[in-house]
């Protein structure tokens, strides 16, 4: 599960960085709001990390099937790959903007 898991955000982050800008754009017009949709599939993530540790002594219930789980995982892993994509996009940006003169 561990190396799905790490494909999964790694592809999503680097397809995702391909449309971060224009999601940023789009979207957001402040940069907390964008910082908060870039960091909560994080939050995501860790919450399933914890689910699926709380399996492991719970192997019975329909939740804690290996395919649930997996497939949970998975798309935890795009969201919070797709999130980083969008921080690391707005890292840059907020940078540049700070150091620019306005």
Same mark, same amino acid.
């Given at each position: 599960?561990?190396?799905?898991? #790490?494909? %999964?955000?790694?592809? =999503?982050?680097?397809?995702?960085?391909?449309?971060?800008?224009?999601?940023?754009? %789009?979207?957001?017009?402040?940069?907390?709001?964008?910082?908060? =949709?870039?960091?909560?599939?994080? #939050?995501?993530?860790?919450?399933? $990390?914890?689910? %699926?540790?709380?399996?492991?002594? &719970?192997?019975? &219930?329909?939740?804690?099937?290996?395919?649930?789980?997996?497939?949970? #995982?998975?798309?935890?892993?795009?969201?919070? $790959?797709? $999130? &980083?994509?969008?921080?690391? #996009?707005?890292? $840059?940006?907020?940078?540049?903007?700070?150091?620019?003169?306005?």
């Amino acid at each position: 599960m561990g190396m799905i898991s #790490v494909a %999964a955000f790694f592809m =999503a982050s680097a397809i995702g960085t391909l449309y971060a800008p224009w999601f940023s754009r %789009a979207y957001f017009s402040k940069y907390s709001m964008k910082f908060l =949709a870039a960091a909560l599939p994080h #939050v995501l993530l860790i919450l399933t $990390g914890v689910l %699926a540790s709380a399996c492991s002594e &719970n192997e019975g &219930n329909i939740a804690c099937s290996a395919f649930s789980l997996y497939t949970l #995982v998975s798309i935890s892993s795009i969201a919070c $790959g797709l $999130g &980083n994509a969008l921080l690391w #996009v707005l890292q $840059g940006a907020y940078i540049t903007d700070c150091t620019s003169p306005t």
